[in-house]
């Protein structure tokens, strides 16, 4: 059909008017392009049909697409949990980093100096760019509306303390810093409406490119499924996790005694009655309103003619176990509770299909956003652009990707190493891990074993080489690249490491 038979009143003068619609909402260009961040909550790779790792029922169609269009990195690590994710991901740096950052009041409090921590949207308006975030907010009870962001609709978790588990229903939305109303509808479909809304132009300056932070709150606990997605799933099956239940040969004294799960009557884990495969299938179930969810958004970006203009990433503030190592959480340092899924898609300058073995960091992230935008790091991050692997995902990469758990402590507070209970969150000691190549290392901030996993070879982590003398050698180099890491980084306790356990 031609341009001239769509518009048969109207002719080539109707066309004209249209294609300056599209225009004027696609202000971004391949040089300067919009930047849309899709950012998912407790969101584990294995729950994305692209990932090989994934059940053989998992069915996400969407995501996967997304993958098929872009670069999907095979270990990508972006946090530990989803206050310090979110921190890394405003300021490019690591938790200990991020100066000023508090837990305070009732969970999830918290706060900050926004002159002592600057969140980088804030250089993005100074430098042009449109700035929005929709959906959850967890840095701070002030939000940055009209500091950081031009346009902001969310839910702001650690304000409304009463409501922090209302992930689906009854949140209450504050709007561009103003009205605070009570969100009845599904928070996943509400969420896309509100971005495609922002994408098709309204509420945005047409005559900049834009930058929007998308935050579901799926597929965070409750697990709360759509109702359109109660029956999905029936009748799955998986072998249950070797490790989920202690002792586990090999580990630390601190995994030892994680025990979410318990047997049931017929010996297979449960937890608070229900059983594994139960929660699994609810979890599973709530993916599907993101896997709708972000296609409808991508297709508002299709539609309006800025798909190849627009940089779009999509992952999430980390993982989630079912089991493994005896985890229902996140926190540890295991692919099971913290690896996420990492998709980077600019059709026309990213390649489209690739995967990208070399493993990735959060921190990486924003000096990519920054290189991408053409704009120049405002002060000294933590992570590396990841262009060169963009352009080519299979080049080298000398960078490891280093992560670091200080719990609920941030900045200059996490210089001195607390003693006894205060060194724990949920069960799990501060730590510091670092993936290079195939190879993953370990160290708690206690005197305990430490960690090594062949990651191609052991993809489960169920056998420590750090306690095998043949790796001796591999143990002791990948322990001082990780102190060089943090030394370089500037951590304030990289010289008071407890010392390390010697395997007996």
């Known amino acids: 059909m031609s341009a001239r038979s769509l518009f048969p009143r109207f002719g080539i003068w109707a066309l004209f008017l249209v294609l300056s619609a599209v225009a004027s909402i696609a202000a ?35 995501l996967d697409r997304l993958a098929a269009r872009g670069v999907r990195f095979e270990y990508a690590y972006i946090g530990t949990w989803c206050m310090p994710s979110r921190a890394t991901l405003l300021t490019g740096l690591h938790q200990f980093g991020v100066e000023s950052m508090r837990m305070e009041g009732p969970y999830p409090g918290s706060t900050y100096d926004p002159d002592k921590t600057p969140f980088w949207p804030k250089v993005f308006r100074e430098n042009g760019y449109f700035t929005a975030q929709i959906g959850k907010w967890h840095t701070g009870t002030d939000t940055g509306y009209g500091r950081d962001w031009d346009f902001q609709i969310v839910w702001n978790r650690p304000k409304y303390t009463e409501t922090s588990q209302n992930y689906y229903y009854d949140q ?44 579901y709150g799926a597929v965070h606990s409750p697990f709360t499924p759509a109702d359109r997605h109660l029956e999905a799933y029936p009748g799955i099956d998986f072998d249950t996790p070797a490790d989920i239940f202690p002792p586990r040969p090999g580990k630390p004294d601190w995994a030892q005694k994680i025990a979410y799960w318990e047997p049931g009557p017929d010996g297979k884990p449960t937890f608070r009655g229900r059983s594994l495969t139960s929660w699994t299938r609810q979890y599973h179930q709530g993916v599907l309103a993101l896997d709708e969810g972000i296609n409808r958004v991508l297709e508002a970006l299709d539609a309006s003619g800025q798909r190849a203009s627009t940089l779009v990433i999509w992952t999430s503030d980390q993982g989630f176990a079912w089991g493994q190592h005896g985890f229902r959480h996140k926190v540890a340092p295991y692919d099971a509770t913290i690896r996420s899924p990492l998709v980077v898609s600019m ?7 690739a995967v990208c073995p070399r493993p990735v960091a959060g921190v990486d992230l924003i000096p990519t956003i920054f290189q991408f935008a053409g704009i120049d790091l405002p002060w000294t991050m933590h992570g590396e652009d990841l262009t060169p692997l963009l352009e080519n995902p299979q080049g080298e990469w ?28 949920n069960g799990v000691p501060w730590y510091v891990m670092l993936v290079e190549g195939r190879y993953k290392y370990i160290r708690p ?60």
């Open 398 to 425: 000398p960078h490891p990707a280093l992560l670091t758990a200080t719990g609920r402590m941030y900045g200059s507070d996490t210089d001195v190493i607390p003693e006894g209970e205060g060194v724990m969150h």
């Open 347 to 353: 059709p026309g300058r990213i390649p489209e299909g």
């Open 28 to 62: 971004g260009t391949p040089d300067r392009p919009n930047i849309l961040f899709i950012y998912t909550d407790d969101h584990s790779y294995r729950t994305v049909g692209a990932y090989p790792q994934s059940y053989p029922w998992v069915r996400t169609p969407n």
């Open 172 to 215: 209450p939305i504050t709007y561009q810093g103003g009205e605070t109303k009570v969100l009845k509808r599904y928070s996943s479909d509400q969420y896309s409406d509100w971005a495609i809304d922002l994408i098709n132009g309204n509420g945005r300056d047409p005559e900049k490119p834009w930058y929007l932070w998308l935050c």
């Open 445 to 504: 901030m206690v005197n305990d074993l430490e960690e090594l996993y062949d990651l191609r070879d052991d993809p489960d982590e169920l056998d420590n080489l750090a306690i095998d003398p043949e790796y001796r050698d591999t143990l002791l180099r990948l322990r001082e690249l990780a102190i060089a890491e943090l030394r370089e980084d500037g951590a304030g306790f990289v010289d008071s490491l407890p010392p390390v356990r010697e395997a007996r």
